[in-house]
């Protein structure tokens, strides 16, 4: 065989092997009122291909499902325990001491990255943690490094993109943002002395929902898009371009050089009407075979470490930035696909396995009631309260349902909410039945859930909820009575 011939097949080999899915990351979230058993979550990670998770913060749950895994664990330190952290060495100290020391040394968890607060510098928290978020990570960096671990696990801090702009459109142009400025070189200096990644979540779904010119095609990798022309570099995907001025930004302030990982990126399917299962496809198939192509940005030619956001649904989240924030999941809450990707190397998706259901009934508006019946919009609006009802505005997938399949969606997503319990549907003044049939549509756009049976999976274990959890549990269960109290 001549020479060449070997080069093209050894070529071809190294190229096949370089599509072969290296390790796909992901955001593992908690905010659902029916979360799946945390040992299915880790088996549909590894089913998929992912083999590095960030989390929001150290559940012990998760953590524990999280040992001895494979899988290499960011976790995260809310924002609320910023301020005690900031002022307090030995808050800080504790913290480590038992949220990582304690899972890497005798559980077996991969810990890799604490992740200092989650986006502590956006715009709409008006500088709350602005002051606190560096000291904050001066402390769990020390802290770190008192417990033997300043090698093997680095601090860093999420912070969404916001925190650097360009003011011609241009990435070149990049800088970070001038009310911040001097508290991020800080802080990237700091990060940079201790060998430690940047984090940064990028969303080029926000770029579109928060101007309707936006061009739509440039928020996809497929191309498709009129190039952003930065000297002799065309931009045709927001994600290049928004990373490039990152890079821009850093090289400018004298660290170019130091490493960065995308903290989440992602697409919602609902709740929007940009957010569906067909765009979210097209984003993270475009993001996956980015991600197994290794191919880096103009400015950066090795890409860094992404974390999709996310892996599952979480329909208590906070809706404030907008009905989509409950569906950003690569899989339903449930760990049910969404849509299909390719995850390279001749891989699909892969659903849970071993998910208990409640049983098969549905809570639907009663046929003989009357959908101008007077009372039927309070009912609805009380079942929204305590329930998720982000499917059903304009745009989201049962945006197009009727008066009589709006009032049904809504009394079971309730109904199923509170696990079907007695008594559940039969809060709405005799307007709801209970069914046996599948009220979704045939198509399985707009599904009207059942819930996760939370307690046949309980496991048979000592209970660990600590004195201060008991009393946020208590005082949320007698909020919750006095809500229902007041309404009913
Ligand atoms: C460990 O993390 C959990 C979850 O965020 C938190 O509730 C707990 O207070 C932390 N432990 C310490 C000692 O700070
Ligand atoms: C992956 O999914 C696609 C689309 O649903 C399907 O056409 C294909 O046969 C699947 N491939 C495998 C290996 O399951
Ligand atoms: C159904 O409910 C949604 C959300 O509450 C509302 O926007 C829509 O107008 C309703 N449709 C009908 C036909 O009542």
């Known amino acids: 065989m001549d020479h060449f011939l070997q080069f093209v097949i050894a070529s071809i080999f190294l190229f096949s092997i370089n599509e072969v899915v290296d390790g796909l990351a992901c955001n593992w979230g908690l905010q659902a009122s029916h979360r799946l058993q945390p040992d299915i979550v880790v088996k549909l990670m590894k089913d998929n291909g992912f083999n590095k998770v960030k989390l929001f913060e150290a559940d012990p749950d998760a953590m524990e499902a999280l040992a001895k895994s494979g899988i290499q664990v960011m976790v995260g330190i809310p924002n609320d325990m910023l301020g005690p952290i900031a002022s307090s060495v030995s808050v800080a100290e504790r913290w480590v001491d038992k949220n990582v020391s304690y899972y890497l040394s005798n559980r077996g968890v991969d810990i890799k990255y604490v992740a200092v607060g989650n986006e502590p510098f956006l715009k709409t928290y008006n500088n709350k943690f602005t002051q606190i978020t560096f000291p904050a990570l001066q402390n769990i960096q020390a802290a770190l490094i008192k417990a033997g671990l300043g090698r093997d696990v680095k601090a860093t801090v999420p912070l969404n993109a916001d925190v650097y702009q360009s003011d011609s459109g241009k990435p ?8 911040i400025h001097t508290l991020m070189v800080s802080i990237v200096k700091f990060l940079h002395d201790n060998g430690a990644p940047l984090t940064i979540n990028i969303y080029p779904f926000l770029s579109l929902y928060a101007d309707p010119h936006f061009p739509a095609d440039f928020a996809f990798f497929d191309g498709g898009a009129a190039p952003v022309v930065d000297g002799s570099i065309s931009y ?7 990373y490039d001025t990152l890079i821009s930004a850093l090289e400018k302030n004298g660290f170019p050089s130091v490493p960065v990982i995308i903290g989440e990126i992602g697409w919602p399917t609902d709740g929007n009407i940009n957010a569906n299962p ?21 400015r950066r030619p090795t890409l860094p470490d992404i974390y999709m956001f996310s892996l599952l649904d979480e329909d208590t ?24 990707l390719d995850l390279g190397g001749g891989r699909n998706l892969t659903a849970a396995k071993g998910v208990r259901y409640l049983a098969r009934q549905w809570c639907v508006m009663a046929p003989d009631a009357n959908v101008a019946d007077p009372r039927l919009p309070q009912s609805m609006s009380n079942a929204c309260t305590y329930a998720d009802c982000t499917s059903l505005g304009y745009g989201s997938s049962c945006g197009q349902l009727d008066a009589r399949g709006n009032a049904s969606y809504a009394f079971n997503v309730y109904y199923q909410t509170m696990n079907q319990q007695k008594g559940s549907c039969e809060r709405f003044d005799k307007l709801s039945v209970i069914t046996r049939i599948d009220p979704s549509n045939r198509d399985g756009s707009c599904r009207y859930e059942i819930m996760i049976d939370t307690g046949k999976h309980e496991p048979a274990k000592k ?7 008991k009393i946020t549990t208590a005082f949320s269960a007698a909020v919750l009575l006095l809500k229902l109290l007041l309404w009913g």
């Open 317 to 340: 989240k906070s809706i404030d930035p907008g009905n989509f924030e409950r569906h950003w999941g690569v899989f339903y809450f449930d760990g049910a696909i969404k849509y299909q």
């Open 172 to 179: 070149s142009d990049g800088n970070f943002r001038p009310d």
């Open 278 to 298: 067909q765009l979210a496809r097209r984003f993270n198939q475009g993001l996956i075979s980015r991600i197994n192509s290794g191919r880096g940005t103009p």
């Open 236 to 242: 045709t995907n927001v994600f290049e371009a928004n």
């Open 463 to 469: 209970p660990r909820t600590s004195a201060a959890g």
